[in-house]
């Protein structure tokens, strides 16, 4: 049979061990869990863990003429996320681009 576990619970055992000096195994086996149940708890409650675990892939490109000249060319790329809006102007180089891009990934 399957054990309920309250989310008060769940968070009183992932708090404890998150503590200095926490022995998982020892946290476990005091709450009648398996190590890895609880590992599983802890990776799951640290935010954006869910997301990053999933696979990610490319969205659809959205070309938007703001001057109704019909044409794309030579204006500003905006790469947009959740969090940021990344403009590049015009002219600017492949090189440079992928540093600001490759800036922006390790940062989070």
Same mark, same amino acid.
């Given at each position: 049979?399957?054990?309920?576990?309250?989310?008060?619970?769940?968070?009183?055992?992932?708090? @404890? =061990?998150?503590?200095? &000096?926490?022995?998982? #195994?020892? +946290?476990?086996?005091? !709450? %009648?869990?398996?190590?890895?149940?609880?590992?599983?708890?802890?990776?799951?409650?640290?935010?954006?863990?869910?997301? @990053? =675990?999933?696979?990610? &892939?490319?969205?659809? #490109?959205? +070309?938007?003429?703001? !001057? %109704?000249?019909?044409?794309?060319?030579?204006?500003?790329?905006?790469?947009?996320?959740?969090?940021?809006?990344?403009?590049?102007?015009?002219?600017?180089?492949?090189?440079?681009?992928?540093?600001?891009?490759?800036?922006?990934?390790?940062?989070?």
């Amino acid at each position: 049979m399957r054990r309920r576990w309250s989310a008060e619970a769940k968070a009183r055992i992932i708090a @404890s =061990s998150f503590e200095p &000096g926490a022995n998982i #195994a020892e +946290i476990a086996r005091t !709450h %009648g869990l398996l190590p890895q149940q609880l590992y599983a708890w802890r990776h799951d409650s640290i935010p954006g863990k869910r997301l @990053s =675990s999933k696979k990610l &892939g490319f969205v659809p #490109a959205v +070309i938007e003429d703001a !001057h %109704g000249s019909g044409s794309a060319d030579g204006g500003e790329i905006v790469i947009r996320t959740a969090a940021l809006a990344i403009h590049v102007p015009p002219g600017a180089s492949e090189d440079h681009i992928a540093r600001v891009l490759a800036a922006v990934s390790r940062s989070g």
